[in-house]
Structures are given as structure tokens and as C-alpha cells.
């Protein structure tokens, strides 16, 4: 017979190792699946800052390699696989994977969100390297330079305000005149005296690739089609993250922008099934959240096999 796992974890970022670190030593044997983003936005993160109990900081893939250690210690597997579907009507839950099905009495979701990226060559070479989508993680860096956002909805918005409190100027990108953030957040945007607005542009190439370091942008306007040199040293994406949930849609509640809805922290509408992380957190997204909702669905996942008999 099919052997049916008391958990399974779905995403080995932040939120995903803390759940296998917490069942693991529950003795629960979680099996680990590392989606198509193994380590999650950490794993292509520099130098954190504000994880505790790193006063000097940590590279981002470093700390996930220390958590993914720290799991595989007390008994947690890992296998490099990704979800194909999903069955959670039948119980035991079935999961399709891209190495074959798997049966299991609860699911932890940590898939996470993925950022969204221009797609330039130039832009995914630098990320790490003045490319950022995480002005909160990133910001500090970037003290007394010029950068600039793109972006023209809340999430840009605010990413602009939040790096006014260290860049000497913020450039904000926006490829239309007209923007989908909120009326109060764009009066704040237009109002503070460090924020530049600039419309119908976009950014057609990051400069500093040979460096390794963003040296300034590449602008175009799509009106006049006029190019330009941007000199900023930063380059944030504001334009959104992706939650990697699509294939629990009709399943688990979703809300209107593909997040899981989940009630007491964790729960999902169905029983034995938890979220936790980016992929239902679109408010915090740090790596700290995300480690705290993990232990949270561990702990959950456990006090209900243990209402099972499991």
C-alpha cells in the first residue's frame, strides 16, 4: 500500500524549514517539498539584517541552509519536487507531484509568493546587487544614494515613501499617466519633496551588469520614445507579488488576488490543511513573519493528528 505521511510541507522558505523543524521534533517525519523556488526569496537575498540572533547579519541562502540543516536533524526529508494537483476533497489528501503521488493526513502550504520582475537580463543579473523587490529588507543600504521604484499602484507607493527615509532622492517609475493606487497614498507621494514622478516611462535596461553593481537606468518615454540615462544606485520592483497558490483555486478559499484566506492564523476552511508564510501573508512578507506562521500550522498540524489518533 501507498504510505500515508502524518505531513507533508509544501515550500522550504522561511515559513516552510520552521514548520519542518517544529514537526520534525514532534516526530512526525515531514516530508519537505521543494517547489520551483527551493529556499524561497531568501535564497536570492545578500546580507539580513533583521533576522534575530544575527547581530552582524547573514546571507540569505546561509540562513536557509542553517534552517534546512537544523530540520534534517531531528528527521525531516527533503525531496527537490513540485505540486502538480491536488486532490483535498478525498482524506487522506492526495498530491500529484512531478516525482509521483503522494497521500498525507495534513498539508502545511509554504509555497510562498514569487515578486514580480520586468523580466530584463540586466534586472535579474543585478537582484542582489541594487536590484531589490523588498524596500523594508533592503532599504538601509541605500542611505544618501539616488534610486528609483517602478510601479504605480499602493505597493510602489509605498515603497517609495518607505525609502525616503534614507535615499537622498526617490525616482518613481510608472508607464501611464494615470495610477491604480489609492488617492490618499498618491497625495503623499506627490507631496513629499524627495519623491520625482515620472510618467509614461519604462525602464528598457539596468545599467552596471559588468560592475555588479546598478550604476543607473535605461529609460525610455513611450510617448515621445526620447531615451535617457537615470543615475540611481538602487532599483526596487514595486509592481506586486504572485502568490503561488493557483493550483489549490477552487479547493481552499482564495481571496481576489490569489492569496489563502486563512481564519485563527493558520487555518484553512479545510480541516487538516494550513497556510502559512508569503502565500497568505500579503500584508508583513518578512522573513520573520513567515518563520513565527510556520511554527504556528507545525503546532496546528500536530494538536490535530493528535485529535485524530495520530
Known amino acids: 500500500m501507498e504510505e500515508i505521511r502524518d505531513t507533508v510541507i509544501l515550500g522550504s522558505g522561511c515559513a516552510g524549514l520552521t514548520a519542518a523543524i517544529y514537526t520534525a521534533r514532534a516526530n512526525l517525519k515531514p516530508l519537505v517539498l521543494e517547489g520551483h523556488e527551493p529556499g524561497g526569496q531568501l535564497s536570492i537575498t545578500t546580507l539580513?539584517?533583521?533576522?534575530?540572533?544575527?547581530?552582524?547579519?547573514?546571507?540569505?541562502?546561509?540562513?536557509?541552509?542553517?534552517?534546512?540543516?537544523?530540520?534534517?536533524?531531528?528527521?525531516?526529508?527533503?525531496?527537490?519536487?513540485?505540486?502538480?494537483?491536488?486532490?483535498?476533497?478525498?482524506?487522506?489528501?492526495?498530491?500529484?507531484?512531478?516525482?509521483?503521488?503522494?497521500?498525507?493526513?495534513?498539508?502545511?502550504?509554504a509555497s510562498g509568493a514569487s515578486a514580480r520582475w520586468l523580466g530584463l537580463p540586466s534586472e535579474q543579473a543585478l537582484i542582489g546587487h541594487g536590484v531589490s523587490s523588498c524596500a523594508t529588507c533592503d532599504g538601509f543600504f541605500f542611505s544618501g544614494h539616488d534610486i528609483a521604484v517602478v510601479g504605480g499602484g499602493d505597493t510602489a507607493m509605498e515603497e517609495a515613501l518607505f525609502l525616503t527615509r534614507f535615499a537622498t532622492k526617490v525616482y518613481l517609475i510608472h508607464r501611464r499617466e494615470s495610477f491604480r493606487a489609492s488617492k490618499v497614498m498618491l497625495e503623499r507621494v506627490i507631496a513629499h519633496p524627495k519623491i520625482e514622478i515620472v510618467t509614461n516611462t519604462v525602464v528598457d535596461e539596468v545599467l552596471g551588469v559588468e560592475e555588479k553593481s546598478v550604476r543607473g537606468l535605461h529609460i525610455r518615454n513611450i510617448k515621445?520614445?526620447?531615451?535617457?540615462?537615470?543615475?540611481?544606485?538602487?532599483?526596487?520592483?514595486?509592481?506586486?507579488?504572485e502568490p503561488n497558490a493557483k493550483m489549490f483555486h477552487g479547493q481552499i478559499d482564495l481571496d481576489d488576488e490569489g492569496y489563502i484566506v486563512t481564519k485563527d492564523n493558520v487555518m484553512t476552511r479545510v480541516p487538516g490543511i494550513f497556510a502559512c508564510g508569503d502565500v497568505q501573508d500579503r500584508r508583513y512578507r518578512q522573513a520573520i513573519t513567515a518563520a513565527g506562521t510556520g511554527c504556528m500550522a507545525a503546532l496546528e498540524a500536530e494538536k490535530y493528528l493528535e485529535e485524530h489518533g495520530h
Open 224 to 241: 515621445t520614445n526620447e531615451k535617457s540615462v537615470l543615475p540611481v544606485t538602487g532599483f526596487f520592483l514595486g509592481i506586486g507579488h
Open 48 to 109: 539580513v539584517e533583521n533576522f534575530p540572533g544575527w547581530p552582524e547579519g547573514i546571507q540569505g541562502p546561509e540562513l536557509i541552509e542553517n534552517m534546512k540543516k537544523q530540520a534534517a536533524r531531528f528527521g525531516a526529508e527533503f525531496k527537490l519536487s513540485h505540486l502538480v494537483s491536488v486532490d483535498l476533497k478525498s482524506h487522506p489528501f492526495k498530491l500529484k507531484t512531478s516525482q509521483g503521488e503522494i497521500h498525507t493526513r495534513t498539508l502545511i502550504i
